[in-house]
Nanobody, 125 residues
Framework: QVQLVESGRGLVEAGGSLRLSCAAS????????MGWFRQASGKERRFVAA????????YYANSVKGRFTISRDTAKNTVHLESDNLRVEDTAIYYC??????????????????WGRGTQVTVSS
């Protein structure tokens, strides 16, 4: 069984920065594709960013491109999401996800096998 635990929740002002982390345990970390999704109140869950098994290929939603950076630390079994120049519309619960599927579309939430419980990010104006 794979466990994913997010950390880094917070309240920040617009224009500020926040770092989210997701620690994975229970299986060989390097076999996972990893992603971040978010869900704002009353809205569907949406893709934010993802990184493949190698850590070399990354994907970003257009809404966060140039502001967010995803990275993985294989030694610590952790994936990070650096969020800069935050906007009010970035307010959401952020979820970490992992997949064993080597051909998964890392931008699709339905292609993931495991999920964290989520962490709240609130951006104030």
């Amino acid at each position: 069984q794979v466990q994913l635990v997010e950390s880094g929740r917070g309240l920040v002002e617009a224009g500020g920065s926040l770092r989210l982390s997701c620690a994975a345990s229970g299986h060989t970390y390097s076999n996972f594709g990893m992603g971040w999704f978010r869900q704002a109140s009353g809205k569907e869950r949406r893709f934010v960013a993802a990184v493949d098994r190698s850590g070399q290929i990354t994907y970003y939603a257009n809404s966060v491109k140039g502001r967010f950076t995803i990275s993985r630390d294989t030694a610590k079994n952790t994936v990070h999401l650096e969020s800069d120049n935050l906007r009010v519309e970035d307010t959401a619960i952020y979820y970490c996800a992992a997949t064993f599927n080597s051909v998964a579309d890392l931008r699709k939430w339905s292609d993931y096998d495991y999920w964290g419980r989520g962490t709240q990010v609130t951006v104030s104006s």
